[in-house]
């Protein structure tokens, strides 16, 4: 049995946009009449096109902007809590869910393990003088965009930044500001929760990354 990929595609985002959760696969195949295996199938599919990324053991670990899994940030909505993927995801959040217009996203500093915490809106960017960090270059953030993910966080500023590439050995990646982050975020999951959704070509997404003021070989600019 064939499962429609554009069907599960949005029933899994439905679901984590309005209830935080990724939904039961069991559950999932029962309303369709389907084996759990074809559910199963399926996700890997929608995996292989980059539409959602499936840990060790096939469960939905993202479906970005949305996590099933701790990757450093939780953002908290007037009716919802969700695991934020980054701090990409996490403040796009506000701009994908219609009743969600601003939620208070939390997570602590890699260098030093303090708590930041914004509330984060559609109007304007957070306030907050605290760095942003991308540690993998976008030719490869789908390589293993797990790991991408919760490589993407927030420092106190560029000494708590440096002190964590030290620490774990990593070469400096793109560092930048929250305003930065925002913009980056209101536009870029744009459509996700609606049927038909289709991911932006490479020149488009070029496009928009430019327009959110980003520039450079990191994000093949
Ligand atoms: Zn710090
Ligand atoms: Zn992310």
Known sequence: ?????????????????????????????????????????????????????????????????????????????????????????????????????????????????????????REAPPDGEQIAHFLVPAAHMWDDVIFTCSNQRAFCDERCLDAWLDRQGHARGYATDLATVWRLATGWYAGRLDRGYVRREPSAAHEYLRGAGLSGAFWGL
């Not at 029933?11 to 039961?24: E, I, K, Q, W």
């Open 1 to 121: 049995m064939t499962v429609d990929l554009e069907d599960l595609r949005l029933r899994v985002y439905t679901s984590l946009a309005s209830t935080g959760r990724a939904p039961d696969l069991a559950t999932v195949a029962q309303e369709r009449g389907v084996g759990e295996e074809d559910v199963q199938a399926a996700l890997r599919e929608l995996a292989a096109a980059r539409h959602l990324a499936l840990d060790a053991s096939g469960k939905i670990a993202l479906a970005h902007p949305f996590a099933t899994v701790d990757l450093g940030f939780s953002v908290k909505g007037t009716n919802t809590l969700w695991w934020g993927g980054c701090i990409w995801d996490s403040f796009a959040i506000p701009h994908l869910v219609p009743d969600e217009r601003e939620v208070l996203v939390a997570t602590t500093c890699q260098g030093c393990g303090r708590a930041h915490a914004w509330v984060v809106g």
